[in-house]
């Protein structure tokens, strides 16, 4: 059995939940780098792995970029000699293009936005590539592994990115809000806290394949119940179009950022 090579760069929260995720798949062999001399530290002791702080080459495998957008350009230009070409590039970076990762790279490109699950094996993982079939296996090897797949086009990346990227952000504002709301009307804000976590852990189980989230706000509120009251309260302060605006404006921000990256 071949071991498939894997370079993560960035022990962040990102790189973090690959390497969670990726530990318990013997197929593979973990390279881990990580600027950070406290996290190298700490994360050798904790996954029992070397953690480097940067590499002098790589031939073969997949390198996983898991740096924030702002570092990227320099860190592609001080290592694309180091990069062997058929090395393939892995890239969840929010706004980075595939074009703009080529000028500096002429290798096989995976961009894909995952969310944090993945450490759990129990992600969602959109991706967009430029070659056919499954080169290295990692599609199979390391992307399915790590949770569900599906390959979109790269003009959806920024709407993607928006809606699932960032998607975890918008539930746990509603949350804060919900909890600030409780307290505003006479509950300890800790007792509204533990309310709203009880309540978000549920709302895994009550989710089905059939039922659309309409289905599932109908079967909750009832003609001229409580529940009626506050969605009528919702819509009457206008909340579909705060909810699409604030998306609207987080993925002009997705594509903002990739002009700004490719313009660098
Ligand atoms: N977090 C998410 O849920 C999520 C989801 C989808 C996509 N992403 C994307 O994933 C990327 C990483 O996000 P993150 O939240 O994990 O960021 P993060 O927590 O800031 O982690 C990045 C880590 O990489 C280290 N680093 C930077 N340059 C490096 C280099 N050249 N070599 C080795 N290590 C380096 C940083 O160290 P220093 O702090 O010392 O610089 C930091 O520890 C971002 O581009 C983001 O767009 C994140």
Redesign the pocket.
């Known amino acids: 059995m071949a071991y498939l090579d894997v370079y993560i760069?960035?022990?962040?929260?990102?790189?973090t939940a690959f390497l969670e995720g990726l530990n318990s798949n013997n197929n593979l062999n973990l390279h881990l780098?990580?600027?950070?001399d406290d996290?190298r530290e700490n994360y050798s002791k904790k996954f029992n792995l070397p953690v480097f702080k940067?590499f002098e080459k790589i031939d073969s495998g997949v390198l996983i970029l898991?740096?924030?957008?702002q570092?990227i350009n320099s860190?592609l230009k001080q290592t694309s000699t180091q990069i062997n070409k058929d090395v393939l590039i892995c890239s969840?970076?929010?706004g980075l293009t595939i074009s703009s990762i080529s000028k500096y790279l002429n290798n096989k490109i995976i961009r894909i936005?995952?969310?944090?699950l993945i450490k759990k094996n129990n992600g969602f993982i959109p991706f967009v590539k430029n070659y056919e079939g499954d080169y290295i296996n990692f599609e199979l090897e390391v992307l399915s592994f790590l949770g569900n797949i599906k390959e979109f086009d790269e003009d959806m990346f920024p709407l993607i990115t928006s809606l699932s990227?960032s998607g975890p952000a918008w539930y746990y504002e509603l949350s804060q809000q919900l909890i600030e709301a409780g307290s505003d009307q006479g509950m300890s804000e800790k007792d509204a806290e533990l309310l709203i976590k009880e309540l978000i852990k549920s709302l895994p189980d009550l989710i089905n394949d059939e039922d659309t989230f309409s289905d599932l706000v109908n079967k909750i509120k009832s003609p001229k119940g409580i529940t009626e009251a506050g969605l009528d309260s919702l819509i009457d302060d206008s909340f579909q179009i705060i909810i699409k605006k604030a998306i609207q404006k987080a993925t002009q921000r997705s594509l903002d950022i990739s002009s700004e990256l490719e313009n660098e």
């Open positions: 760069i960035g022990l962040g929260n990102l790189g780098y990580e600027e950070n996290i940067n898991c740096i924030k957008p570092g860190f969840p970076i929010a936005m995952p969310n944090l990227g």
